[in-house]
Structure formats: structure tokens, C-alpha cells
């Protein structure tokens, strides 16, 4: 049982490149959720899924799109890079509303 | 709009010590609290949720208290260990649902042998 794991631990883009980010759980959860982590600012919430093919807006979701093709699935898409998008990025995932999340163990994004 | 708020941004404590942390929202009309434990370079791990009807809950040597109306809550630890240095981070759970937490900036705990 691994949990929610993510691909890939690192990375770095130029500005303007492209790039996804899996976030994957094996706990057969309904909810998903894409966080950023920036120093001085707690996470803040991108975009979350409720179910498969669902989708909603969080606090910052713009410059980002996700995907949920699939239940135990949820990508994170960055179409053109900007250094403000350096950060580290969180994957979380929860049984239902209300409930704990679980978190992965986050990617670190470098945008140059 | 939501605001939650985690006084010290840093804590050091000699092993053994119990100790307090604390948390304040702004919007007492909350779903939920939870508190989290992240290590550095890691992912964030639960540790106690409480639901916005209950006013504590306890795990080991952990206990959050959640006293709505003030906007605050405490997450006791107590007879600390080294391997309690982290840093603890309050979320707060919006009326609708956790699909929103709102997390503080989190308190950075060491622990002294």
C-alpha cells in the first residue's frame, strides 16, 4: 500500500517549457487535490477533483490545468512555465468531503 | 475570507518538556481543524482532525483542542521527544467541505536533547 506517490520528485524547466506532474493513490479515494508550498505562505490549494472525470478551481489554479481520466489518477499541467510557478508542488487525497487528507511526498519544481 | 494564523513561527523545547502549540482562524464557521506534521523536504502527515461539532481529540501523547467561537485552537504534545522536531501545520476546513483547507504557515518545533 503506497499511498499517494508522485512523479517525479524534481525538476527543473526553462521559462516557457512545458511539463506534468502525476499524482497517483491506491486507497480508492474519490477526492484529489493538487497543492503549492512557497516559503512564508501556507499551501495553497490549486485545483481538486470529487470524483473521476471531475475537475474545480481552487485558490490559485491560474496558469495550471489538471486532469482526472482516472480514478486513482490526477494531473497537473503547467502549458508555459514562468518562474513564479517555482515551488513545491502537493498531491493530497481524501475519502470524501470532511474527511483526512493524505499527502504525497511533493515535487520541487525550479522554473528558470 | 479565510485567514489562519500559527504564533511562534519557530519553538525550541528541552526533551521532555510538554508544550503548547496554538492556531487562530478568522471564520469561526468552520467544517473542520486538522493538524499536520511535515519533516523537512517531506509530505505532510495527519495527525488529528476534529470535526467542527467536537472540542477535542487526543492521540498518544497528542491532544487538539478546537474552541470555535474564540477562533483558536492547541495542539498539546506532551513529554516531548527529539523526534518531535518538525514543523506543525493548523488547517481549517470551510463550511462546505474540506475541498477547501486553508493552512497556516506553521510552527517550527526542536526539540533539545
Known amino acids: 500500500n503506497a499511498g499517494v506517490t508522485q512523479t517525479p520528485k524534481f525538476r527543473v524547466l526553462k521559462t516557457g517549457q512545458s511539463m506534468t506532474l502525476l499524482c497517483a493513490q491506491d486507497m480508492n479515494h474519490e477526492y484529489m487535490y493538487w497543492y503549492r508550498q512557497d516559503p512564508g505562505m501556507g499551501l495553497r490549494l490549486i485545483h481538486y477533483?470529487?470524483?473521476?472525470?471531475?475537475?474545480a478551481k481552487g485558490e490559485v489554479p491560474d496558469g495550471y490545468n489538471v486532469s482526472r481520466l482516472k480514478k486513482q489518477n490526477f494531473l497537473l499541467g503547467l502549458e508555459s512555465a514562468a518562474p513564479s510557478q517555482t515551488s513545491v508542488y502537493f498531491c493530497?487525497?481524501?475519502?470524501?468531503?470532511?474527511?483526512?487528507?493524505?499527502f504525497g511526498p511533493g515535487t520541487r519544481l525550479t522554473v528558470l | 475570507k479565510q485567514e489562519v494564523t500559527q504564533i511562534p513561527a519557530a519553538l525550541s523545547v528541552p526533551e521532555g518538556e510538554n508544550l503548547v502549540l496554538n492556531c487562530s482562524f478568522t471564520d469561526s464557521a468552520i467544517y473542520n481543524l486538522q493538524w499536520f506534521r511535515q519533516d523537512p523536504g517531506k509530505g505532510l502527515t495527519s495527525l488529528l482532525l476534529i470535526q467542527s461539532s467536537q472540542r477535542e481529540q487526543t492521540s498518544g501523547r497528542l491532544n487538539a483542542s478546537l474552541d470555535k467561537s474564540s477562533g483558536r485552537s492547541t495542539l498539546y504534545i506532551a513529554a516531548s521527544q527529539p523526534g518531535d522536531s518538525a514543523t506543525y501545520l493548523c488547517a481549517v476546513g470551510s463550511n462546505f467541505g474540506n475541498e477547501k483547507l486553508t493552512f497556516g504557515t506553521g510552527t517550527r518545533l526542536t526539540i533539545i536533547p
Open positions: 493530497a487525497s481524501s475519502y470524501s468531503t470532511g474527511n483526512t487528507q493524505y
Open positions: 477533483s470529487v470524483g473521476e472525470g471531475t475537475t
